[in-house]
């Protein structure tokens, strides 16, 4: 495998920002199709090197024969921000265009994966029903997916922030249960599938269970999956590579 750290200029951020990006050293000589990607998105606390840092993706990406581009998105939820930078537009609309033409990556919809943790579960979950076009499978670990529930209970640091990111209200592009409901009233677009995880004692475990019990209300090919567990990297590491045997086993 080849492991790339560096920057990239965007145009919707209007900044550079950092990327690191796997790849299989020898995909192009293996394959007659360009390589499958994966599109994996940091928590809320960590930046672009985490996943490498702390788990075994490069190990994992090999097994498969995968890319995996890993974006740096900072405290952003993955959202156009109310008082800040186009972070959602740039990861599921300028990112995977950039790294097609730097790197020999499938254009297919089903060779193209996204999942993160923790608030990169809520940024890939926001990615897979906002773009099914795009993305066929998503993997959420940990999520946090009730933005309305962000704000309740916090203290005024945290309220503020969330107003920066959101505004004052969370808006129908960032709730993920109004994204979901729209995707499964459409008759014409092919819907992404889902692998969802969370530990059992992890502080968004009732967060998760809820969303659990109205995916099996949609018609959404959706796993879920707990173990003992809190938000953590052992688990985390676990969840992916569960993800993708589930996926591409």
Not at 67 to 79: C, D, G, K, L, N
């Amino acid at each position: 495998m080849a492991f790339f750290r560096g920057d990239i200029k965007s145009s919707e951020l209007g900044m550079d920002t950092a990327i690191n990006v796997i790849l299989p050293n020898d995909y192009a000589e293996a394959n007659a199709n360009a390589c499958k990607v994966l599109f994996l998105l940091h928590g809320h606390s960590d930046n672009a090197s985490a996943w490498f840092r702390n788990t075994r993706i490069e190990y994992y990406a090999r097994q498969y024969n995968l890319a995996v581009i890993i974006p740096e998105v900072q405290r952003s939820f993955y959202t156009d921000m109310e008082y800040g930078l186009k972070y959602f537009s740039y990861v599921s609309d300028e990112l995977p265009k950039i790294c097609r033409n730097l790197f020999r990556l499938s254009d297919k919809r089903e060779d193209t994966m996204v999942a993160g943790l923790s608030m990169g579960g809520y940024g890939a979950l926001k990615c897979a029903f906002s773009r099914p076009d795009l993305f066929s499978k998503c993997g959420a670990f940990s999520s946090a997916i009730d933005m309305n529930q962000r704000f309740k209970g916090q203290d005024d640091a945290w309220k503020k922030e969330l107003t920066g990111v959101f505004g004052q209200t969370v808006k129908p592009q960032d709730d993920i249960y109004a994204l979901a409901n729209a995707l499964a009233l459409s008759q014409e677009i092919e819907k992404p599938e889902f692998f969802v995880t969370c530990g059992s004692e992890d502080f968004l475990h009732e967060e998760n269970i809820k969303f659990k019990e109205f995916m099996e209300t949609q018609p959404f090919q959706y796993s879920y999956l707990e173990w003992e567990g809190t938000h953590e990297w052992g688990f985390w590491d676990e969840s992916i590579k569960r993800m993708l045997k589930h996926f591409l086993g």
